[in-house]
C-alpha cells in the first residue's frame, strides 16, 4: 500500500478511535448520572423474580413514585433486596424504597447497587422462601417452601430446580446462581443496546458541535503533511496501549492530542480559507456548507451540503463498532506500516 494513502488511513482510524473514546467516556458519565445500570438490574431482577414491570426509566425523574394500583403489595423483589446480602451493596447500605417496583429518581437510582453477586442473590432468594431462624435449611424445607409461592414462573423454575438436585442443597443453590447468571447476561444486552443510543445521540452532539466532518478530516490529512506526521506520530503511541481500556489509552494522550489539534486538523466551525473576506461569503458558504465559488449555482451548492451530511454521517456510524474495534484496528496498521513492503528477491 502506497505510503501516503497508509498514513492517511492511520491519521483517520486514530481520529475515529479518539472521538469514539471520548464518545464512550462521555456516555459512561451520562449513564452513572441517570443511574442506568442500577436501574436495569433492577428491571433484571424484578422479571427474574416477579414478572416484568410496568414501570419505565424516566432520566428526567426528580421524584420517586409510588407502585401503581393493581401491583403486588409486597413483591418479591422487595423481600430479596431487603436481605442483609443485598442491601449491603446499595449506597450506604440502604436500598431506596420501591426499588424495582416503581420509577425512582435519578437521586434513588444513583443509589442502587450496579452489581450482585450471584452467590448473594442465591442466598438472599433461599433466605425469603424458606425462612429459617435456626439456619439449618434442608431440600425438604425448601420444596415446602416453594409449593407455598404464589403460581408463576419463578415457582415453576425453581420448582425445577430443586427436582434435579435431590437433597443436594449446595447444587441447588448453584443452579440458582447459574439461573441468576443467564438472567442477568439478558439484562446486560438491554444495558448495551440502551446506551448504544445514548452513545449516538451523544456523538450526533458532538458531531454538530465541534462540525467532526470525517470526509473534510480525511483530505486534510491526505494533503497536509506536517498535520499527517503529527498525528501518525501520536497514533503510533496510542497502538502501543495494548489491551488497555480505550479511555486510559485517551487519558494518557490528552496532553499529546492536545497538541496536534492546533496543527491544522479541521475541527470547529471556522471560517473557510476561501471566505477570508467575511463579506465575500454568506454563512453557509463560511462554514464550508455551501459552495464559496462566487455564482455558484444550485447544484454545486447541494453537492456541497451533500458532502458535509456525508461526513457527519460517517463520523457517527463509526461510533457503532467501539472504540477498542478502532485500537485494534491501529495497531494492526501500525505493524503494517512499520514492516513496510516485502522487498523484491534479486535473480540469481
Known amino acids: 500500500m502506497d505510503s501516503l494513502v497508509l498514513e492517511t488511513v492511520i491519521g483517520l482510524v486514530f481520529v475515529f478511535a479518539v472521538f469514539a473514546s471520548v464518545v464512550s467516556m462521555l456516555t459512561e458519565v451520562l449513564a452513572r448520572y441517570i443511574g442506568l445500570r442500577g436501574e436495569y438490574l433492577m428491571r433484571g431482577l424484578r422479571t427474574l423474580l416477579d414478572g416484568g414491570g410496568d414501570f419505565s426509566l424516566d432520566p428526567f425523574q426528580r421524584t420517586s413514585q409510588e407502585p401503581k394500583p393493581g401491583s403486588p403489595p409486597n413483591p418479591l423483589i422487595a423481600r430479596v433486596l431487603g436481605q442483609q446480602p443485598l442491601e449491603a451493596c446499595a449506597d450506604q447500605g440502604k436500598m431506596p424504597p420501591n426499588a424495582g417496583n416503581a420509577k425512582l429518581s435519578n437521586k434513588d437510582r444513583r443509589k442502587l447497587p450496579s452489581y450482585l453477586s450471584a452467590r448473594s442473590v442465591a442466598q438472599s432468594i433461599i433466605s425469603v422462601v424458606v425462612p429459617n431462624a435456626s439456619g439449618t435449611t434442608t431440600m425438604d424445607d425448601i420444596r415446602a417452601g416453594l409449593a407455598s409461592l404464589p403460581d408463576g414462573s419463578l415457582k415453576t423454575t425453581l420448582q425445577q ?188
Open 161 to 348: 430446580l430443586a427436582a434435579q438436585t435431590e437433597k443436594d442443597i449446595v447444587r441447588f443453590r448453584t443452579d440458582i446462581e447459574h439461573w441468576y447468571d443467564d438472567q442477568m447476561d439478558r439484562v446486560s444486552g438491554w444495558y448495551k443496546r440502551h446506551v448504544r443510543w445514548i452513545s449516538l445521540a451523544v456523538g450526533v452532539l458532538l458531531v454538530l458541535a465541534f462540525n467532526l466532518n470525517a470526509v473534510t478530516v480525511a483530505r486534510s490529512l491526505y494533503t497536509d503533511e506536517a498535520l499527517r506526521g503529527a498525528i501518525v506520530t501520536e497514533a503510533a503511541d496510542a497502538a502501543a496501549c495494548g489491551s488497555k481500556e480505550p479511555a486510559t489509552c485517551v487519558a494518557n494522550l490528552r496532553s499529546e492530542v492536545a497538541k496536534f489539534t492546533g496543527t491544522g486538523l479541521p475541527l470547529g466551525w471556522g471560517t473557510v480559507a476561501a471566505c477570508a473576506t467575511p463579506s465575500a461569503c454568506n454563512w453557509g458558504q463560511a462554514k464550508g456548507l455551501l459552495d464559496p465559488t462566487p455564482d455558484a449555482g444550485f447544484g454545486s451548492d447541494l453537492g456541497f451540503l451533500i458532502g458535509a451530511l456525508a461526513g457527519w454521517t460517517l463520523m457517527v456510524l463509526t461510533l457503532l463498532p467501539g472504540a477498542r474495534f478502532w485500537f485494534d484496528a491501529l495497531s494492526r496498521l501500525g505493524s503494517l506500516r512499520s514492516s513496510g513492503p516485502k522487498p523484491e528477491r534479486t535473480p540469481v
